[in-house]
């Protein structure tokens, strides 16, 4: 049976000023981002916001595409 480093993989979950920073916009911005529907769905946990990794990343290579998510014409929160 083989054993998973933790140390060595990425987190699977990335904070708020790491999406910033990939993006290379500022936490503003990226809040605002968040706010207007423009990001992918965040994770909340215990209050704690974080993005899943795999999930930004294909965000990215897609261009940062506007979610498509929407119900009765309204965006969904």
């Known amino acids: 049976m083989s054993t998973i480093d ?3 993989q990425p987190p699977l979950l990335i904070r708020a000023d ?3 920073r990939l ?3 500022s936490m503003r911005t990226l809040w605002r981002m968040r706010s207007a529907g ?3 769905e965040a994770v909340c946990l215990r209050g704690a916001v974080r993005w899943r990794r795999d ?3 294909s965000w990215i290579t897609e261009g940062c595409p506007a979610p498509q998510s929407r ?3 309204r ?3």
Do not use: I
Request: proline share 5%.
């Open 18 to 20: 790491e999406f910033a």
């Open 38 to 40: 423009e990001l992918p």
């Open 75 to 77: 965006r969904r929160k």
């Open 23 to 25: 993006l290379q916009v």
């Open 55 to 57: 999930l930004v990343e």
């Open 71 to 73: 119900e009765n014409g």
């Open 6 to 8: 933790v140390q060595q």
